[in-house]
């Protein structure tokens, strides 16, 4: 675990004005956590913070199996694991239609009697 202490939400937040934020300025970014009681400053760092997964006034559990999860920078492998996503992931979709009804069936345009 990696712990950056600011002295502040503006000195962390790369929309603060500042050249190149920390928080932002990390090789990494699997999961984020930010404490604070400002609902805004909550939106902003949901909206900026480079990471795979952020937590708002909450650990960085990383036991959240019903959410695509997976990092960015160098603790991204380009997919997300995890939830519904992970389907995509590790299948290949196919569509199979079966008619057992045992005649040509025809087509939904064909409406000659």
């Not at 480079?50 to 999860?69: C, K, M, Q, S």
């Not at 997976?70 to 569509?95: C, I």
Request: charged share 20%.
């Amino acid at each position: 675990m990696a712990l950056i202490e600011v002295n502040s939400f503006e000195e962390a937040m790369p929309t603060a004005g500042y050249a190149y934020a920390i928080l932002n300025d990390s090789n990494y970014g699997l999961s984020s956590s930010v404490y604070t009681r400002d609902i805004n400053r909550a939106f902003t760092a949901m909206r900026d913070i480079e990471a795979g997964i952020t937590y708002i006034n909450g650990p960085t559990i990383g036991a959240e199996v019903h959410l695509p999860f997976g990092g960015v920078k160098q603790t991204g492998n380009g997919h997300r694991e995890a939830g519904t996503t992970a389907m995509d992931v590790f299948t290949e979709w196919k569509s199979v239609y079966v008619d057992f009804s045992g005649s040509l069936q025809r087509a939904q345009i064909d409406n000659r009697s």
